[in-house]
C-alpha cells in the first residue's frame, strides 16, 4: 500500500487556486433539537469542502466523508459546528464549509377545528471556517399565504392570493430555536399555511388572508422589522418569493441588515 502513488498531492503548474473543493449531495441522519418536542430525527444532505493552494493537483476526498463518519451514525448540531476546524487540520486547509440541508416538521393545528397535521420546513446549517475565526449562520424556508393589496382594492368581488416562500437566515449572538424564526416569518404573512384544514378552518383561513393583504414588499419589510427588534439577531438576510397566480412570473425581494443593537 506504501507504494500507491498519490496523484493528489503531484504538483499543479496552471497557478490557479480553487476556493472550494469537496463533498456534495452526501445524505446523513441527523438529530436536532426542537424546541416542541424535545428532539426529531431527520435527514441532512450534506456539503464539505475547503480552499486547495494552487500548487497542488487535488484534495482528498475521502477525508471529508471520514470526518463526517467519525462523529457516529447521527449528526448533532455541535459535532456540525466542529467539522470545519476538523477539515482545517486534516486537509492542510486554510478555510472549509460545511452545509447541512434539512427537512424540518411541525405539528399545526388547524385554527379552528384544531386538526392536527405535520408541516414540514426547509432548513440550512453552514458553517465556515478560517483559521480560528468561525462563521454559523442558520436559514429557514417557510411558506406562507400572500393576497395581493392591489387586487383587493381595484376588485368588486374577491382578490387574488398565491402561496409564497420566505428565507430567513440569522447569525445570531445567543442560540435561537428554529421555531421562534419559523414563527418570526409566518406572523408577517397574509396567513400560514397548515397541512390539514377542513371547511371551517378554510373559511377562516380565507377571510383572515382577505383581511391581512401584503406585497411582497410588505412581507420582506415586516419579517425586517422583527429581525431587527430580536435581541438575539446580530445579522439578518430576508427573502421572499410570491409564486404568481395570475402572473406568468414570481414577485421577489430582499433585505439585508447588520443589527446594531446590543443583545
Not at 400560514?192 to 414588499?217: G, I, M
Amino acid at each position: 500500500m506504501a507504494n500507491l502513488k498519490d496523484t493528489q498531492n503531484e504538483r499543479d503548474d496552471r497557478k490557479i487556486a480553487i476556493d472550494r473543493v469537496g463533498v456534495k449531495n452526501l445524505r446523513f441522519p441527523l438529530r436536532i433539537r426542537d424546541r416542541d418536542q424535545s428532539q426529531q430525527h431527520t435527514v441532512a444532505t450534506v456539503t464539505m469542502a475547503v480552499d486547495l493552494p494552487h500548487q497542488y493537483k487535488g484534495t482528498h476526498m475521502s477525508r471529508f466523508v471520514e470526518i463526517l463518519h467519525a462523529h457516529g451514525r447521527e449528526l448533532t448540531v455541535a459535532s456540525i459546528a466542529a467539522m470545519p476546524k476538523e477539515l482545517l487540520a486534516r486537509l492542510n486547509a486554510r478555510k472549509a464549509h460545511v452545509e447541512m440541508r434539512f427537512p424540518y416538521f411541525r405539528a399545526k393545528r388547524a385554527p379552528i377545528t384544531k386538526a392536527e397535521g405535520l408541516l414540514d420546513y426547509g432548513v440550512i446549517f453552514e458553517v465556515n471556517a478560517e483559521g480560528e475565526e468561525i462563521d454559523y449562520v442558520v436559514t429557514v424556508e417557510v411558506p406562507v399565504t400572500t393576497l395581493c393589496p392591489c387586487s383587493k382594492a381595484i376588485s368588486e368581488r374577491g382578490a387574488h392570493n398565491q402561496r409564497g416562500v420566505v428565507t430567513l437566515s440569522v447569525r445570531f449572538r445567543q442560540p435561537i430555536w428554529i421555531e421562534d424564526l419559523i414563527e418570526l416569518v409566518e406572523a408577517s404573512a397574509s396567513s400560514q399555511l397548515y397541512s390539514v384544514l377542513k371547511r371551517p378552518d378554510e373559511k377562516y383561513v380565507t377571510e383572515a388572508a382577505y383581511d391581512n393583504p401584503v406585497f411582497v414588499e410588505d412581507l420582506v419589510r415586516s419579517v425586517a422589522q422583527k429581525a431587527s427588534a430580536h435581541k438575539k439577531i446580530k445579522w439578518f438576510r430576508v427573502e421572499a418569493e410570491n409564486f404568481e397566480s395570475i402572473h406568468n412570473h414570481n414577485a421577489w425581494a430582499v433585505i439585508e441588515s447588520t443589527n446594531k443593537a446590543e443583545s
